[in-house]
């Protein structure tokens, strides 16, 4: 008996600690009475329920099928229509996108590897809830065949890494991926085939995905789906690869003549790349609005759309004032007179190659390639509408826009449709987007994460790493690299009693932890001496003099308390010698080097 009292005992207290354990419950989130369009592409369900608790889903179905807690916040959907939340599938994110993007129901973004060291950081901030904007999966660098003024002293996740090698190909790969990536990206298609392969199955084997730009010569589309590519950007290298007569174009053309290509379409060879792209399970990321610009025929309903978008206040008051002037002249650089009428049949034919792809059974995503030429948010919507022009259905391009994306950057566990026990990222629109895609416009409710968006603008909106595209931190992790080389070269003894300009060209480690115990950091360089001084976000810190060409410097962990990315310059002490070109080359202050001080979670 004795026995029987202690286990039951025990019972209740191993009940009690697990409650205590998992906290107190959060109020549920309901919403009922709308149309449900899930994201799988069956028929919708009318009258639907969906409960959310926490940020996950907990349950969904037909109302009275679906119990609703009695504590549940209700939202009242009748009339209205529920999607998962949308993807843009192809962007070079700038952090000022972010509410733009948020409050019109995007909730999850694949970036084009232009994040580079500050990727990582940032998406895992947003993953976090430290700060609000779109899921942003990353490829923190591409890997391409040529880095234009390129010094050597870039760093590993500088923008672009140019292997030389396929073995240095598969290490890039790895530096990419133990670094975080979600996938790699490889840049444009003139490397060797052999890079290509190696570097995919490199990808493979840490199990993530590829993207190639199959622009050849290096490599074509047929080749990229072979070697086990899940995406072709841009729909990259296929004008070029199903031309009649390839050879009258040269490889790796602007992209603005690729409807020159379209309009030499062999339709059978059209016919067997689209079977070869769709048996080996290629995405396409066709990109229309970008590389077609002023062709789609609500061109010109676009470009007043454009100009409306940017008009509330608050977001004028972040948004940088040449970021949307120069994302509206994009509207207005088009082909005109006679090569319009000329590149038209390409056109056509663009349409017709991507429609084949659907109608066999390929996944196109959609992406307006949002950069700071084109308009965050609504440029993903007007892609729809192109896509409409094409000739896919309303279910097809939602899908596109969720459940593909999801699937292309293996998160369709979590993300991408609506169903029991997936993040909650719903958005709520007021009228049929099954009647019109461009109903996708007519917002009306945005969960993220499980939490109701309050979708206005705000005017000290702002993300922890600024990711490029902020003035205060566009470049490279240590900048003005082409400069620090030209001084080297030039570089002579300082004149007696004075100090020469100091350089920068490497920081290491050039990410931290936030808190963490003191951390002594190594810079590389040029003109060190005896009383130089690093200054970190404008305060000297305590700096040691390694040799000419190296100094350390050390933060405690109440300096490393703010989570961001920082600057730091090397400050030589006075008088400094001012030979170098009567001071051209500087006045003591070095160039600037960034540290990225990461959260810790």
Known sequence: ??????????????????????????????????????????????????????????????????????????????????????????TAYSWY?????????????????????VAVPHRDAVLHGKDLAPRAYTGILRIGSTLNGATGYEG????????????DTREVVRTVLNAGADYVIFYDGAMPFEWYKAGVEEAHKMGK???????????????????????????????????SNPSQFRQGRDDRNELDKYADMDDAKAADL?????????????????????????????????????????????????????????????????????????????????????????HLVVSGNLNDRYVPGLQLFQEMRVMREVGMTPMQIIVGSTKYAAQLVQKDDSLGTIEAGKTADILIVSADPLQDIGNLVKTDTVIFDGKIIDRHYHADYKTTFSPPGDGASTGPIVEALPWVVSLMKVNRPAQEGQSPQPAIHTIEPFIVTQGSMPVSVTLKGINFVKGSVVHFKGKPVPTQLVSRTELTFTLDSEVQKTAGRFDLVVINPAPVDTFYSRGMWGNGTSNMAHLVINYRY
């Not at 025990?10 to 409650?19: E, F, K, M, T």
């Not at 990229?224 to 070029?240: D, F, K, R, T, Y």
């Not at 470009?303 to 994009?330: C, G, I």
């Open 209 to 243: 995905p590829a993207f190639v730009r199959a622009y050849g010569p290096g490599i074509l589309p047929a080749q990229a789906a072979e070697i086990g590519a899940a995406q072709l950007p841009h729909s990259a290298g296929i004008p070029l690869a199903i031309a």
């Open 1 to 90: 008996m004795k026995r029987l009292v202690f286990r039951a005992l025990l019972g209740v207290l191993l009940a009690v600690s697990i409650v205590s354990a998992q906290g107190p419950q959060l109020a549920a989130l309901a919403i009922e009475g709308g149309t449900l369009i899930d994201g799988n592409g069956g028929a919708p369900v009318a009258d639907s329920v969906i409960v959310i608790q926490g940020n996950r889903i907990a349950a969904v179905g037909r109302k009275g099928q679906v119990t609703v807690p009695a504590n549940a916040r209700v939202i009242n959907a009748a009339g209205k229509f529920v999607l998962p939340g949308l993807w843009e599938s192809q």
């Open 156 to 167: 590993p996740l500088h923008t672009i890494r140019v292997p030389k090698s396929a073995d």
């Open 97 to 117: 996108f972010g509410e733009a993007m948020l409050n019109h129901g995007i909730t999850s973004s694949i970036d084009v590897g232009t994040e580079a060291e």
């Open 274 to 362: 689209v079977k070869t792209l769709v048996a080996h399970h290629v995405t396409l990321v066709p990109t229309f609005i970008i590389n077609y610009r002023g062709y789609p025929k609500e061109w010109a309903q676009f470009r007043t759309e454009a100009h409306e978008w940017y008009k509330d206040p608050n977001l004028q008051k972040y948004y940088p004032k040449e970021a949307m002037e120069e994302s509206l002249a994009a509207y207005d650089d088009v082909d005109t007179g006679a090569v319009r009428e000329r590149r038209l049949k390409g056109w056509e034919n663009v349409k017709r190659f991507h429609k084949m792809f659907v109608d066999a059974g390929g």
